[in-house]
């Protein structure tokens, strides 16, 4: 299974995009995926997890309201559409998916199968 996340970008602060993360090599598609950022200096933290069924998204306390995480199941694809974006949001941003469990955890460690990441640069 591949991930392969884009959408990434320079926006000024306060804007908005649109990230995705499209799988191939025939994964299920009823795993739960998730996004995942790395700030420059940072650890990689979570951001927003979705359902196999693409239900029950949960998120980081610092991108609640501001962040919405989806999913095409058709498309093998998830989306995380980021608004009020604001500088302390710049990281590169992974998209992860669970190979065995459809639902949604904070764990890295939950995830076994990662995209190459996207830079996102909010400037203030």
């Known amino acids: 299974v591949q991930l392969q996340a884009s959408g990434g970008g320079l926006v000024q602060a306060g804007g908005s995009l649109r990230l995705s993360c499209t799988a191939s090599g025939r994964p299920p598609n009823d795993r739960a995926m998730a996004w995942f950022r790395q700030a420059p200096g940072k650890e990689r933290e979570f951001v927003a997890a979705?359902?196999?069924?693409?239900?029950?998204?949960i998120y980081a306390d610092s991108v609640k309201g501001r962040f919405t995480i989806s999913r095409d199941k058709a498309r093998l694809a998830a989306y995380l559409q980021m608004i009020s974006l604001k500088p302390e949001d710049t990281a590169v941003y992974y998209c992860?998916?669970?190979?065995?469990?459809?639902?949604?955890?904070?764990?890295?460690?939950?995830?076994?199968?990662w995209g190459q990441g996207t830079l996102v640069t909010v400037s203030s």
């Open positions: 979705i359902s196999g069924n693409g239900g029950s998204p």
């Open positions: 992860a998916s669970r190979k065995s469990y459809s639902t949604p955890h904070y764990s890295q460690g939950s995830y076994d199968y």
